[in-house]
């Protein structure tokens, strides 16, 4: 007995005798190993580093004190999903999938089964900060159902929706869980309040971000609209799909010109809205397919550039999935038409040699250019005639259609020789190589030619000068195939007046039968000042035949004063069941913008 002083181990060899006369005896080796003075097993670590969602982890635990080895373990709690415990070496590795606060409690086991704990936690950061996406709200109609959901990114799913200031307009509330805003408004006016959204993180990371929604009187069928940012607008062309509207339209704000989309439900709410920002755009003709809504036009600058964009009628936002610009041949560029088969975009582009004249030794005509659904140039080919390297007649566009068998369109516009003198106004149908197929002449002596698909059928629509005092419509219905008038005839619009000119924009079945025409009127009488009168006329042809005659009749005709302002242009339209929708600019009563107009059965 006694007490060691020096760790070491001992050996030495133990005999016993016994009480024998002579004693007996037996011998063994033995050893005693004195160990060093042992302190008590704790768990040195306090703390662990943070970690990144996504992002490779790796930590260390200590402990001093017991006997080595040591063995660890997770006695409550859990690691963050993604990382495991290294129970002879305590290292925490892995990869977290999840983002939080873990709280756990491990515990250290020694060799002589002496254990000791500690709580610990581990705290995951998100990968993307959370955020606020929604930056839009869309507008509404007093006693009409409302409906927008608010949208986030980052943090940690699931996430909660609260308002933090102002107020939702009376009749609407937000679904905390989905951040739905659903709800009949009551009252028109606008309501600015604040968002804000939590994630599920411990404790949970918040973001918030300022909103309006505008709640516009009852839809009676006027909608003056003015896009954000705009001290004014005007609507030009409109295409529709079986749920929504999409206008295109020109404003103007402390950049300038700009163009944009606006996209509408059928009862007037606004579901979205995109411009161009700061950079000086103009979209002259829009078309659609089953995925897409395109436009396309161009981008002035010291060079001017064709553009085309196109928007996902899926998407919950109205943003652009394609923007493309481009030149050709380092000229100036605008397009005027634009048509979709299933796999190409068929443009048609003015060229900057708009005419060429005499003076051009070689010189370029207005080209159909296609491109990919991209938006990439894959070939293009000039229309006119060509003589050696001189282009002997060139065709200014104004429209361009899709053939029925989707292996040609049908382009129209205003035909010059190389001397700049007028041939007249023509279809012509190119294969997607640029052979002519079909090149009838088929309007009057001055005006555009816009093509109209109504149905399958192709319409034009020029002005025809018979003289100084006498202007008329001039529709024409063509067969896509052939070109050959189905009919065709003219109209002054039941005007009288020494002058009356009739600016056509849009040629559109009627869901009452017929045919609408939408576009302006002009007046002149005497000393007068000229009066446009913004309207539209249900117009029937159906006793045209062929030949210039006067043999369309008035089946309704409306004018330029409507609910709540006046609309100086119906530059566009769309019929959905028994619903003619258009699409123009007018001014407000209410404030004497000038502004775009959604009308419907007006």
Known sequence: SGTPTIANTYGFTLQVADSQTPPATASAP????VNATLTQLTVVTTSLPPGTQNTAYNAMLAATGGLTPYTWSVTAGSLPVGLHLNVSTGAITGTPSGAGISNF??????FQLSTASAPLSI??????PLRITTTFLPSGNAGIAYSATLAAAGGVYPYSWSITSGALPPGLQLNAGTGAITGTPTTAGTSNFTVQVADSETPPATASAPLSITINPPFTGILFYAPPGATSAS???MVGTSTALYGSYSMTNHFGHVAGVAKFNFSGQVLGDWNNGSVASVINAMTQDSARVYGCGKIPGSTDSAWVVAFDKNAPTLQPVMSKTFQLNGKAAACYGIAVSSSQIILAVRTDDLICGMAFNTCDADRVVILDLSGNILSSFPTGNTVGDKIADTMRFTGIALAPDSQSVVVAGDRYDANNNLLGEYFSRYSLQGDVLVEPVVGGDAGVLPIYDVGGNLYVVSTVINSPTDEKMFPARVDPLTLSAIYSGYWNGGNPGPVSANVVMGVFQNPAGGIVVVGSLSKLGGSD?????GGYWQLDFTNCSIGMQDCGTIAQKRTSVVTGGNVSAWN????????FYYWGTGTDNSDGLVKAVLGKNQ
Not at 30 to 33: D, K, M, N, P, Y
Not at 529 to 533: E, F, G, H, R, S
Not at 572 to 579: I, Q, R, T
């Open 235 to 237: 609507g030009f062309r």
């Open 30 to 33: 033995l050893s005693i190993t």
């Open 123 to 128: 705290t995951i950061t998100p990968a993307v």
């Open 105 to 110: 409690t491990v515990q250290v086991t020694d």
């Open 572 to 579: 566009s339209g769309f019929v959905s069941g028994s619903n």
């Open 529 to 533: 000042p000229a009066v446009t009168d």
